[in-house]
């Protein structure tokens, strides 16, 4: 039950969007910020993104290198991008899942 007749008080909601709203922005700062990495081939490759998903470096172990196999190296190149980037999927949704869900919760917002 909402006290005082029904009514929510819209001072007190809107504040609380603006609290989660910051916070969402914080949180989204952090990630940009966590370095997350990724791997294939055994740690033959091993890829480096952000907690928001950008590519921030790509180490390759020369053993990887056949120059007369070249598809091999872009396929452990494309595994090892894929793992990092579904590592700061997990990173997003453990930061960010909590106070998306929280706007969502709130009485008057699109969420």
Not at 89 to 99: A, I, R, S, Y
């Amino acid at each position: 039950m909402i006290p005082g007749g029904g009514q929510p008080d819209m001072q007190q909601l809107l504040q609380q969007a603006q609290k989660m709203q910051q916070d969402l922005a914080a949180a989204q700062e952090e990630l940009a910020r966590t370095p997350v990495e990724g791997s294939s081939g055994g740690g033959l490759v091993k890829a480096t993104v952000t907690g928001a998903g950008e590519l921030q470096g790509l180490v390759i172990d020369p053993k990887a290198v056949d120059p007369e196999d070249t598809e091999t190296l872009a396929d452990l190149v494309v595994a090892a991008v894929r793992d990092a980037n579904h590592a700061a999927q997990e990173l997003q949704q453990t930061k960010l899942g909590p106070l998306a869900q929280g706007l969502g919760g709130m009485p008057g917002l699109p969420f």
